[in-house]
């Protein structure tokens, strides 16, 4: 297929096609939340923005596979390897368990991201599901003599590779590699860019969660969840992973350092990376306390997806300072915007060339870099045109399986709105099982979901966009 997707590949400093390994599907990998706590808006600014790469390359018509993690273990409050662990840390604070710690924060991350259209990965795996997978290719590394033991841990040996420091340039390669023999702060490492793969209770005495492995009884690093859970769903090569800025150093230059030393080959040739979302006193996080969520924004009356919205306006690769008065200013706008859709009338037909005119439009803009704010200037680019309310309405629907601002809910021109939402998952998931049937060319099966939805006064048609289905 052909391939008009655009964005910045942080591996190569440049804006790129993106053309992915097998033409037509896409093996995308994002890092998810380290569940300690609840995610803050600047965490799910990174999601939204991945959330539309990924809507973009279906929207194309790309056969999306997205995987995320779950870190409910390993992940240290500095990413030197050094200090206390997140999870156990958020379990202190609150006299519960660290499993009851990230079951709860793990809803509240999905809580969140539902209401901001924040589509969930197809797969969604918490680390600590995939120990065995960690052990394994830490073996491997020792084996291979990439990994060395010292003072009870395992070390990834960072002097075994060429090139460590994959994301930077020449010069700062330079600046790095001067102080990478500096005094290190744990005295085990042979070289201060050494990474742990797997701690033992020599250290970590009092972690909660523990594993026997051949090095004792201990828990992985950080990092080897993200190469481990990634493999493990989508084979050895990989298209796209996503993640913040601050992932780039260390993690995902450790997860391409063990991965590739794990492979043999190159691991992924897509990084994207969305730069962060600030408050006036610099970046968001969530270590320092206060921070600002999506049920804080609720509280104060505001509408998540006006967040989203805020997100959109802006590009993904510059930072976004957070403040309430242009979070107004974004209430004001989508209001208005909802107002005018609403006033759209369902009648007449489809002008089909404008309608393709404006989707190559639209297909310009988000391909273009993911630009996000030259996208939603299409659709008051639409509104303000003369073509027929319906296939301004048909425009705006077909936008928004991309932008995901429930553009077209509650104005009487989204029946599936009022759908309660068992029904719509019960409906999305035979659509699912027909689909599934039709490429198996199992057409008598497929025939029969679409009579068992009838039957139940559920009609679908199977269109250009896919099949879209109303309750009759
Ligand atoms: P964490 O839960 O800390 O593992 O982070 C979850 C995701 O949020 C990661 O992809 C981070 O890179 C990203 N992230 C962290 N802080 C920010 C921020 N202030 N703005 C945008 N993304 C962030
Ligand atoms: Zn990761």
Known sequence: MENKVYFFNTLTRKVEQFIPNVDGK????????????????????????????????????????????????????????????KMLKGA???????????????????????????????????????????????????????AYIAGGNVYFDTSKLDDYYVFSSQSEKELMVGVRDDVSEDINKKNKADFVLWFTKSKFDNQELKWDSPWGVGYPGWHIECSCISMKHLG?????H?????????????????????LGHKWCNYWFHVHHLNDKSGKMSKSKGEFLTVSL?????????????????????????????????????????????????????????????????????????????????????VLRSDINDVTK????????????LD???????????????????????????????????????ADAIRDELAAKGIQIKDTREGTVWEIV
């Open 26 to 85: 896409v093996a995308m990998y994002t890092c998810g939340p380290t569940v300690y706590h609840f995610a803050h808006i600047g965490n799910l600014r990174s999601y939204i923005m991945e959330d539309i790469l990924e809507k973009t390359l279906r929207y194309v018509g790309y056969d999306v596979k997205r995987v995320m993690n779950i870190t409910d273990v390993g992940h240290l409050t500095s990413d030197a390897d050094t200090g206390e662990d």
């Open 92 to 146: 202190k604070r609150e006299h519960k368990t660290v499993m009851e710690i990230a079951k709860y924060y793990t809803d509240a991350f999905f809580d969140d991201c539902r209401k901001l259209n924040i589509k969930r990965p197809d797969v969604v795996e918490p680390a600590t599901n995939c120990i065995p997978e960690f052990i394994n290719m830490v073996k491997v590394l020792l084996e291979k003599d990439y």
């Open 236 to 240: 050895e090569y990989m298209d796209i």
């Open 242 to 262: 996503c993640g913040g800025v601050d992932n780039i150093f260390p993690h995902h230059t450790n997860e391409i350092a063990q991965s590739e030393a794990y």
């Open 297 to 381: 924004l609720e509280e104060k009356g505001y509408n998540p997806l006006v967040y989203r919205l805020f997100c959109l306006q802006s590009h993904y690769r510059k930072p976004l300072e957070f403040s309430y008065e242009v979070l107004d200013n974004m209430t004001t706008a989508y209001n208005k915007l909802i107002k005018k859709i609403g006033e759209l009338k369902a009648d007449g037909s489809v002008d089909e060339e404008a309608f393709a005119g404006f989707r190559n439009k639209f297909e310009d803009a988000i391909c273009s870099d993911l630009n996000t704010s030259s996208a939603i200037t299409v659709i008051y680019d």
């Open 393 to 404: 309405l048909e425009l705006i629907k077909s936008f928004d399986e991309v932008l995901s």
């Open 407 to 445: 553009l077209l809910k509650d104005h009487g021109n989204d029946k599936e709105s009022s759908v309660d939402s068992e029904l719509k998952e019960y409906i999305l998931a035979k659509i699912e099982e027909r689909k599934a049937a039709k490429k198996e060319k199992d057409f008598a099966k």
